[in-house]
């Protein structure tokens, strides 16, 4: 048998194929106008809302939509404090929220604004007790509901189980969203940099003042370096010349660009009694004057995981199920990453129908 | 996985010759068809990813290592030494001109917080004392809103 060139060495490119890469590169270079069209031209949020309450620089904003309400349970959204929340709602057939509004679920989302120099005093007591307590207030008031249902998203998920544990009264419903409640895990990337004897956050807030947002970002994407700095910019060239990609790229890079500070305070005490001391589930963490108890959340609990997050792993968040008073919990570890969780197109044609269907049968 | 440098069952200690071993391996374990017309295309997708995969796996390793947790920590160090005397400087300069320094507006937040979570402590113990006055016809009432605990407390 004869072995030609290319069977021999598969990996060398043909002179014909060469030609074809050629012709490629020049049918992508000539599309790349339209991307940069694409690109000035993208939109994120696909559900118009109101801004029905405004506190400092918090906004909270209520859905409006044709769908009659057909459940009385309002529903409300709190993302993290280190991004913007509309990567819940970033583009149609991409939006958690649409699921929910579109299901008749009168439904709110919290913007928690930009912390800026002022801001860098603001702590957990300050984000749980008086932003996060008036805005549950606010719908209450409006809704005319003693308990309302809260979906918590990352970071913000922490701070929803820790509001839940100290207002039980004011909740209906606990749905946790990649949400990390137990530190003790050390192997994990994040645990690693941020241990005590690596990141001493007591003096990084001493000199920035508020947790900056590069620092931030930086950390995160060197989390996945290969996928996030290499990998993700193949793909978009192979993928140049489909606008439906582009437009569902750019919406991403938007959000994952927009990265802002965190209030320096919160920054710490997160980081310290959390993360470092993992106080949170040890029901040793203080707010204020008062100590967060897991076991009194005793309101139906969904914990939903994703099994390839690297940010948040479910072995920080599904020891939460256990934490709980509640009798009505579950959890879902769903095969997604960590934002694929809220945008994946997979998590929104399976994963949020059904969570719909678990909150409509806890109104 | 602690420290980078370990020799890890046997095989080379070398992070770098590890990674290109490793790559090597999976790349020539990676299955394509040698006959078919179009295989370099797909073969070169596929060796890419084992690449990518490789090369992956290799940084999560790296950013694991008590080598790169060692980095970090210094440049980590480095970096708020800097700012620590940039900011020392920027406040002996803007004092010089009779300015402002953020360690000023940060004194007076501190002392507004202060003020305002001595005004809650008070509307907090009013707010108790009328609760305790309207005890008694409690039960006629909706506790929307009710009950906020306003408190700022000690720092832990």
Redesign the interface.
Known sequence: MTVTFPQFMPWMTTPEQMQEQWTELARKMAHLPKALEVARKVRVGATPSDAVFRMDKLRLLRYVTDVEQQYSTPLLVVFALVNRPYILDLRPGKSVVSHFVNRGFDTYNLDWGVPTDGDRFLDMEDYIERYLDSVVDKVRERTGCERISMLGYCMGGSMTAMYAALHPEKVKNVILLAAPVDWSNREYLLAKWTDASIFDVDKVMQVYGNAPAELLQGSFQLLKPVSTMVEKYFTFYENLEDEKFLEDFFAMETWLNDNIPVAGEMFRQFVKYCMQQNLLIQGKLRIGERIVDLRKITCPVLNLTATQDHLVPPELSLPFNDAVGSTDRKSINFPAGHIGLAVGTKANRELWPSVCDWLAARD | ?GNFEANEGGATSDPFSRFWVDLMSKMSGTP?A??ASQ???E??KR??QAF?DS??KH??EF??SDAF?DI??KS?DSA?AF??EL?EFMTRALHEKQMPA?SD??SI??VL?SMEGRVLERLDQLSRRVDALEKPTAGATSD??AG??????V??
């Open positions: 996985m394509f040698p006959t295989m370099q295309d073969a070169m060796m890419r990518f090369w992956a940084c999560d950013l694991r947790l970090l920590k980590m708020l700012k620590q900011n953020r507006t940060d937040l501190l917080r929307l809103g906020k605990r306003r408190t700022k407390g720092p832990q």
